[in-house]
Nanobody, 115 residues
Framework: QVQLVESGGGLVQAGGSLRLSCAASGSAVSKNTFGWFRQAPGKQRELVAIIYIGGTTDYAESVKGRFTISRDNAENTVDLQLNSLKPEDTAVYYC?????????WGQGTQVTVSS
């Protein structure tokens, strides 16, 4: 059983930074692909960033150059650094992985960016 627990959300002014962390148990972050998604009120959940088993990363166009996904194998966490935040980045951010054909989601962490 895989469990994902996010932390690090909060309220920040536009232009500010936050660092989100996803602590994984039941799955080594180095052995699965992990992603960060977000869902704003009234909108569909969207992929923000992904890190593959080999370490390759990819980002949504709207966050390229501002967000960075990384993993810490020793701590078994997947982090998302959010820089130059904009009000449109306001959303609940979710950690995601897929292991043994099962999708796993964290409970989400709220990020609110004020203008």
């Amino acid at each position: 059983q895989v469990q994902l627990v996010e932390s690090g959300g909060g309220l920040v002014q536009a232009g500010g930074s936050l660092r989100l962390s996803c602590a994984a148990s039941g799955s080594a972050v180095s052995k699965n692909t992990f992603g960060w998604f977000r869902q704003a009120p009234g909108k569909q959940r969207e992929l923000v960033a992904i890190i593959y088993i080999g370490g390759t990363t990819d980002y949504a166009e709207s966050v390229k150059g501002r967000f960075t996904i990384s993993r810490d194998n020793a701590e078994n966490t997947v982090d998302l650094q959010l820089n130059s935040l904009k009000p449109e980045d306001t959303a609940v951010y979710y950690c995601y992985t897929r292991a043994q054909a099962v999708n796993y989601w964290g409970q989400g962490t709220q990020v609110t960016v004020s203008s």
